[in-house]
């Protein structure tokens, strides 16, 4: 196995230039805020951010022939954020 890069990361110019421009100015206080204005837990910002990639990755495999969707973009997302399928009468495994 290679040398994993625990903590490092780069951002491209674009994304950091956005990511700045988002914080409007401000120069103290967390990253990024939950919806009440407080410090978003690691846990949820990860989960975020697997959510935007995985939706990412729905979108540049969506058929090019087919009109996006995002409400069903998002239910597509859910295999891959959840590992299976989602469960609904009538298409349980037996």
Not at 19 to 34: D, I, K, M, Q
Not at 75 to 80: D, I, W
Request: glycine share 10%; net charge positive.
């Amino acid at each position: 196995m290679g040398k994993k890069r625990r903590g490092a990361a780069a951002l491209d110019p674009t994304t950091l230039a956005e990511l700045v421009a988002s914080l409007n100015g401000r120069t103290e206080g967390p990253l990024f805020l939950s919806a009440r204005g407080g410090r978003q837990e690691p846990d949820k910002v990860l989960d975020h951010v697997r959510e935007a990639l995985s939706l990412g990755f729905v979108d540049e495999l969506w058929p090019a022939s087919e009109e996006p969707r995002l409400d069903v973009a998002m239910l597509v997302n859910l295999v891959p954020l959840r590992g299976h399928m989602p469960r609904q009468a009538g298409n349980r495994a037996s």
